[in-house]
């Protein structure tokens, strides 16, 4: 049997959760290719080697219909799980549906709209505003996936055959097969990396390693551990963020130019270098802050840290202490003094920290491996099919 896999946009990190189910379905046998558009000039991040990922042009209207018509003719599941309810992935799959009667999963991983102030956000625009909308250049609604779109989408959620969702938010909300996002347990295994050898092959030998592994956004709470770093003020600590976009938004810049005395940036990796970085790390750092966006989030560090047996610091925010349960150290989000003390308590008791990490690793095993991922989303694809 074969899945086609549509990934939003396979340029702006859309890939992510794509690859990792793709990683789940080929666990199970199927046959799976990922399908997406390319609204950048490479693919950000990187597939995993195996994987057979297919892609057009992104573009805006009307362009973007000549795209889609592209991506339509290629597309060859017997089954088509869309990833985010975006018209680049969801509208989509359920085009495809429409002439070929093909089942739709649709995995939902964000509150997608939240970026743009949630169930807020409305589109009543004058005459003259809708006009400059539609036949400028750079009018809003040539954008696919301007918030107007993605409200539509939200709307035709009820149109899939089967949805799963990776937090407690998105499952009250939109309902759905809890899918967490996990973590191949076997590639990611400490027993094959030795920590000092990947410090010292990315040179960080010399510090105290507190990482970053994934995109840096405000709602993600780097601020908060650099302004912890300025309270320590000790010269061993750095804050190593790795991957991201390269041509971002500025923000990582922005914490570059204000905290360059902690801040370390490795480049993206493709996903089967991952573990040998994540194993320089002497304490992994979820930060995020109390806001909507991140409520909707599983962070995909968590599983980074804890199938690395490394200790991890994170805050209470959505899902995240159940995920941890009591394998990790929480603290209070939007704090950056008892970031700052809950660093110094885990360094000045290692041991029992790393001790914990290895209890990280143990429950990352039983709930969030490919294993686990594995008997939920078989059953979903039955179900779907049946």
Known sequence: MKISLLAPDLSGGGGTRAYLLAQVLKYLNFEVTVFGFLFGDRLYPEPPAGLSVRWVAGC?????????????????????????????????????RRFHHKPVLLDIDDWETSWFGGDEWTYRPTPRQFLRDVLKPNGALRNPEYPLYLKWMERAIDRADAVTVDTTFLQERYGGTYLPNGKD??????????????????????????????????????????TALDLLDREEFRLVLVGGREIGDGYVEYLMDKWSRWVIKLPSMPVDRMPEVVAAADLVVVPQRDDVTARAQFPIKLTDGMAMAKPILATRVGDVPKVLEDTGFIVEPNAPHELAEKIVWIFDNYELAKKRGRTARDRCIKYYSLDAMSDILSKTVRNAIA
């Open 60 to 96: 805006d209207y009307p362009q973007f219909v000549r795209s889609v018509r592209q991506l339509l003719q290629q597309i060859d599941g017997d089954l088509l799980y869309a990833i985010k309810p975006r018209p680049t992935s969801f509208g989509v799959a359920l085009l495809h």
């Open 185 to 226: 347990t076997r590639l990611f295994d400490p027993e094959h990396f030795e920590a000092e050898e990947s410090r010292r092959k990315y040179g960080l030998s010399e510090y105290r390693v507190l990482m970053f592994p994934g995109t840096a956004r405000p709602h993600k709470g780097l601020e908060d551990v650099l």
